[in-house]
């Protein structure tokens, strides 16, 4: 038997499914309608997956009740540990609404989607890195990680800020992904004619709104002109102010020249108000504000900056970060 007969035939097989296993492969690197709808399935399958832990992280408050695992004097409406769960609840069903309807829009590569998608990582990179950290310092504190699962986490948080969100802007800007999403539509979406500063806006007047509602967690407090609301009071001057942001933000996205005045106005007026409160008080000030249980207080004892003046005053950046995008949004309403 010739050996040599046998074996070539079988080479050359090789050699031809490997040429085009190779020929897919960079076919798969060029092929931008492919690459976005790969993001869009991890995006939609991120959605799912948040839908499906949200309602299990319901179930952490029942460990809190008498009885439970991790139950102690005080824990009710109002504790931190509360309003932390509420936050944790609450960003998993919001993972999961924007991963699903986001997802699908990539995948089905409409051109509103590119939109958001261009908005939400731009925002990334404006609060990508103290939300990372804030993200480390509570999963520190509620978890108690071991030392390995820390050191596992500092490439992660790299990719999470600046390296992911930088390749994604520069890789959805690209010609070829700019065009993939403009062969499925005859014009531009509506969301694209808004202006991305606009967009950005809205996205920090969402982020308030947002905000304002977790407030009414804790005790209902507000910065006001140098003192704190709280209570029945606080809840609803809360109230007016949500209505107000809701109002100002669908004005600022329908480009109304009434609402960049009024949204300039409003947020000068913030800035103002929590300024003068946070410049007279401590962030300890705030804790003995809100109440919390007396198991809770202990938490925060050994934290040393939590009375140190003006360090509070940090929690009016973003205020001024949206002021700022609006006044760089000024010549989009100049007509």
């Keep these: 038997m010739n050996v ?12 031809e499914t490997g040429s085009k296993m190779a020929g897919r492969v960079s076919q798969i690197l060029t092929n931008r309608r492919l690459q976005v709808r790969g993001l869009g399935a991890a995006v939609l399958l991120a959605g799912v997956g948040a839908a499906l832990i949200g309602p299990v992280e319901v179930s952490a408050f029942y460990l809190f009740v008498e ?53 939400l990582l731009w925002f990334w990179l404006i609060w990508g890195f103290p939300l990372t950290v804030v993200m480390i310092v509570m999963l520190v504190v509620s978890k108690e990680p071991t030392p390995g699962f820390l050191i596992a986490v500092v490439p992660l948080a790299l990719i999470a800020y600046p390296v992911g969100p930088v390749l994604l802007v520069r890789a959805l800007r690209s010609p070829g992904v700019v065009a993939a999403f403009e062969a499925r539509g005859p014009g531009p979406s509506p969301l694209e004619a808004i202006p991305l500063t606009v967009r950005l806006a809205g996205v920090h007047l969402v982020g308030f709104i947002l905000g304002l509602h977790f ?57 103002v108000s929590s300024a003068m409160t946070f410049a007279r008080h401590t962030l300890a000030d705030v804790i003995d504000v809100v109440g919390f249980p007396a198991a809770e207080m202990v938490w925060f004892e050994g934290v040393p900056f939590l009375r140190m003046p003006y360090v509070a005053l940090a929690l009016v950046v973003p205020v001024l970060v949206a002021l700022g995008l609006l006044l760089v949004s000024r010549r989009h309403y100049a007509a």
């Design 4 to 15: 040599g007969a046998a074996v070539f035939p079988i080479m050359g097989t090789v050699r």
């Design 67 to 119: 009885g439970g695992r991790f139950h102690y004097e005080g824990f009710r409406f109002g504790s931190f540990m509360f309003a932390y769960i509420a936050l944790q609840v609450a960003g998993y069903y919001g993972i999961a609404v924007v991963g699903t309807v986001l997802g699908y829009g990539l995948v089905r590569l409409r051109r509103w989607s590119h939109a958001v998608v261009d908005t």
């Design 215 to 271: 407030l009414l967690l804790l005790n209902s407090i507000l910065p006001w002109f140098g003192t704190f609301l709280s209570g029945p009071g606080g809840a609803l001057a809360i109230g007016v102010l949500v209505v107000a942001l809701v109002w100002l933000t669908g004005g600022l996205l329908l480009m109304k020249r009434w609402a960049w005045w009024a949204g300039m106005s409003t947020l000068g007026l913030i800035t």
